[in-house]
């Protein structure tokens, strides 16, 4: 059973246009969500995180939306660029716990 | 600073034979990971060494795979008897605390 669920599992949007990734999760331990971007031919690289102790974080153009209740979180890009096209991993670790857990992932293709 | 090197970046073996995938991780990072990432699976946690010890390998196929760490500057991913459904990427990450670092990953393609 996966333990990390994304949403949708490929996403078009235009230029300058808001993408939205969803992600859930079925272990209410884990308290440590990364995001990370993966562009062809290279390995994922760290975007943004956030802890479950907050519920929104922010790094320029990109947001995290975290509901602990819920266990969902959400990953939101504004003003979408080209070169945000790429596939995004939400990952997931509970305090003590030993290897992230990736979801399948999403990949967002940005229309010019 | 390099980053984590993976070698070979590419590797094409005929069923059963074997591969080996090489990993340096980032200087001074204690962590290393081996994740196997497909279409079908995404990244799924392989097998993972802190200060060169084997802490976790609960992720890795109980025959034909092993992974080793002889020293704090490399790591290596061994397949006996490869299987065509062992074809994926090989990615290698080191870290300090809970962010990894990748490298482009080794693509293994099995015959």
């Known amino acids: 059973q996966q333990q990390v669920r994304q949403s949708p599992q490929s996403l078009t949007v235009w230029e300058g246009e808001t993408a939205i990734l969803n992600c859930s999760y079925e272990d209410s331990t884990f308290n440590y969500f990364p995001w990370y971007q993966q562009f062809p031919g290279e390995g994922p690289a760290l975007l943004i995180s956030?802890?479950?102790?907050?519920d929104k974080k922010e790094d320029g153009r990109f947001t995290i939306f975290f509901n602990k209740r819920e266990k969902k979180l959400s990953l939101h890009i504004t003003d979408s660029q080209p070169g945000d096209s790429a596939t995004y991993f939400c990952a997931a670790i509970y305090q003590g716990g030993r290897a992230l857990i990736f979801g399948t992932g999403t990949t967002v293709s940005v229309s010019p | 600073n390099a980053g984590v090197i993976q070698t070979p970046r590419h590797k094409v073996t005929g069923k059963g034979q074997e591969a080996t995938l090489w990993c340096e991780p980032i200087?001074?990072?204690?962590?290393v990971f081996w994740y196997r990432q497909t279409i079908v699976q995404g990244l799924e946690f392989l097998t993972y060494?802190?200060?060169?010890?084997?802490?976790?390998d609960s992720g890795m196929p109980k025959e034909r795979f092993s992974a080793q760490m002889p020293n704090q500057s490399h790591s290596t991913l061994k397949i006996q008897s490869t299987q065509p459904q062992d074809s994926a990427v090989y990615l290698c990450a080191s870290s300090l605390n809970e962010r990894l670092f990748f490298g482009h990953g080794t693509k293994l393609s099995v015959l």
């Open positions: 060494f802190r200060n060169q010890a084997p802490i976790d």
């Open positions: 956030i802890s479950s102790v907050s």
């Open positions: 200087s001074g990072h204690s962590a």
